[in-house]
């Protein structure tokens, strides 16, 4: 008995030493952004959001969870970019913060990268929703902002990590289509328990504002305020996509850089913004 005693006597006293389970799990914020249709610029968004997060000193990775629909890769310089398909094709049992942090990579701006490929072959690897899921968990102790880029659409993926997630972002644009479609989404996240309310619509902008629709009437056909309204940068993404730099480092003092970075403060406050970035 008095051997029992001086045994948990000592396992009380190391686990009043030792940090709790639950404090070294400690989850980050997860912000979903997520299309209403493929070629909006989503990718890109995300990536000179993150790279403006990271300025500030903020520790960002930033996932591309589009399997064989990668570019964030392409954009950037980098040769390899199979880290999504590695994860995807383990078991969810296997999963564990060494496996993930030896696919991540650094990028110079400090914001790490899970990178998809681009080999078509890969998407079919939508149906591994369940390892996706655990994996982001995961990822999400691993970081204090996880940033995912979704690609367009309710995919399977998706359906399983948006409820995840703290922050939801969807990327519009001023066109009729774009903002039915974008309705349609929020209306099937209702179904699946996730309000249109916790949505935060972001409004990119890529053609001239002659031709566009005022954000009021795209308000009225969302049922939905915008948050932000980011303004057409063409060249300017086009001399960063063939210099593989992130427009936001290409040209910091643009007006895009200058949204990139209102957008990563919006995100980076506790609650969410009432006003227009």
């Known amino acids: 008995m008095s051997r029992v005693k001086a045994l948990l006597a000592r396992a009380s006293a190391a686990q009043k030493a030792t940090p709790s389970t639950g404090s070294l799990l400690e989850r980050g914020k997860l912000i979903a952004m997520l299309g ?26 930033l996932c591309e969870l589009r399997p064989g629909q990668g570019s964030l890769g392409l954009q950037l310089g980098f040769s390899a970019s199979k880290a999504l ?6 078991p969810a049992a296997e999963i564990s913060s060494h496996l993930i942090e030896g696919q991540l990579v650094s990028h110079g701006s400090g914001v790490r990268l899970l990178l998809a490929s681009c080999e078509p072959h890969e998407m079919t690897m939508e149906a591994h929703a369940a390892q996706a899921e655990q994996w982001v968990k995961q990822l999400s102790t691993m970081t204090k902002f996880l940033i995912l880029d979704l690609g367009p659409g309710l995919t399977e993926i998706n359906k399983k990590v948006l409820p995840l997630c703290d922050r939801h972002l969807m990327v519009v644009e001023p066109m009729r289509v774009t903002l039915i ?9 209702e179904k699946m328990g996730i309000s249109a309310n916790r949505f935060e619509m972001i409004m990119l902008n890529r053609v001239r504002s002659s031709l566009q629709m005022p954000w009021q009437q795209a308000e009225a056909i969302l049922n939905h305020s915008i948050a932000s309204i980011v303004t057409p940068a063409p060249e300017l993404s086009y001399q960063a996509a063939e210099a593989a730099v992130p427009m936001i480092q290409m040209q910091p003092e ?3 850089a200058d949204q990139s970075r209102k957008l990563a403060e919006m995100l980076t406050q506790k609650g969410k913004s009432a006003g227009k970035v």
């Open 36 to 61: 209403a249709k493929g070629g909006l610029g989503v990718t890109t968004l995300a990536l000179n959001t993150a790279v403006a997060m990271a300025q500030t000193g903020n520790d960002v990775i």
């Open 85 to 90: 398909g590695n994860l995807l094709g383990r």
């Open 181 to 189: 479609m974008a309705k349609a989404i929020l209306d099937e996240m």
């Open 254 to 256: 643009s007006l895009t």
